[in-house]
T-cell receptor, first 114, second 115 residues
Framework: AQKITQTQPGMFVQEKEAVTLDCTYD???????LFWYKQPSSGEMIFLIY??????QNATEGRYSLNFQKARKSANLVISASQLGDSAMYFC???????????FGAGTRLTVKP | GAVVSQHPSWVICKSGTSVKIECRSL??????MFWYRQFPKQSLMLMAT?????????EQGVEKDKFLINHASLTLSTLTVTSAHPEDSSFYIC???????????FGPGTRLTVT
């Protein structure tokens, strides 16, 4: 069963605007971590932000923030003040409990328009 | 931040031959390394997890005799694709975990093309 769902195959945003990329997850483990990665056309996976299931506050890293709604099991990524260099694939991922493996969603391709 | 390297970055091989991909953690000791496979325009799919000095744990549907993983040291893991076929052509990405819960770093990937 798919544990990480990204329902937006593609998103467009105007430069300097904010954009929200959706991610929902499914787990019965009370301890888990949620991650967002950016993958530009070069293929490298760039870590953006992390949210632990027990974290009380939403994670923020510069222009990236994670809108963590635990009851809804959603972990949306918000990118503020979009830049042309933000155009890339974005993947949401989850690691459950003490398991080592990280599972990825299908990804969202973000295109920033000038 | 921690750096993970992969070599080669791209490789073309003939069908039936074997190819080895190296993954190194350059400035930290990786207790666990992961190998992912990514087809064009698709997500990363975990192939296997390896801990230094022990056998890799393969995901369901991944042939362990075809994709040989050796985690020889705390800084090196190798993936060998044996008797490669065109359907093995893909982007292979390794990842290394440093130890604390969320620290996991990705290599730049290796693009394999089997002709």
């Amino acid at each position: 069963a798919q544990k990480i769902t990204q329902t937006q195959p593609g998103m467009f945003v105007q430069e300097k605007e904010a954009v929200t990329l959706d991610c929902t997850y499914d787990t019965s483990d009370p301890s888990y971590g949620l991650f967002w990665y950016k993958q530009p056309s070069s293929g490298e996976m760039i870590f953006l932000i992390y949210q632990g299931s027990y974290d009380q506050q939403n994670a923020t890293e510069g222009r990236y923030s994670l809108n963590f709604q635990k009851a809804r099991k959603s972990a949306n990524l918000v990118i503020s003040a979009s830049q042309l260099g933000d155009s890339a694939m974005y993947f949401c991922a989850m690691r459950e409990g003490n398991n080592n493996d990280m599972r990825f969603g299908a990804g969202t391709r973000l295109t920033v328009k000038p | 931040g921690a750096v993970v390297s992969q070599h080669p970055s791209w490789v073309i091989c003939k069908s039936g031959t074997s190819v080895k991909i190296e993954c190194r953690s350059l400035d930290f000791q990786a207790t666990t390394m992961f190998w992912y496979r990514q087809f064009p325009k698709q997500s990363l799919m975990l192939m296997a997890t390896s801990n230094e000095g022990s056998k890799a744990t393969y995901e369901q549907g991944v042939e362990k005799d075809k994709f040989l993983i050796n985690h020889a040291s705390l800084t090196l893991s190798t993936l060998t694709v044996t008797s490669a076929h065109p359907e093995d052509s893909s982007f292979y990405i390794c990842s290394a975990r440093q130890g604390s819960y969320y620290e996991q770093y990705f290599g730049p990937g290796t693009r394999l093309t089997v002709t």
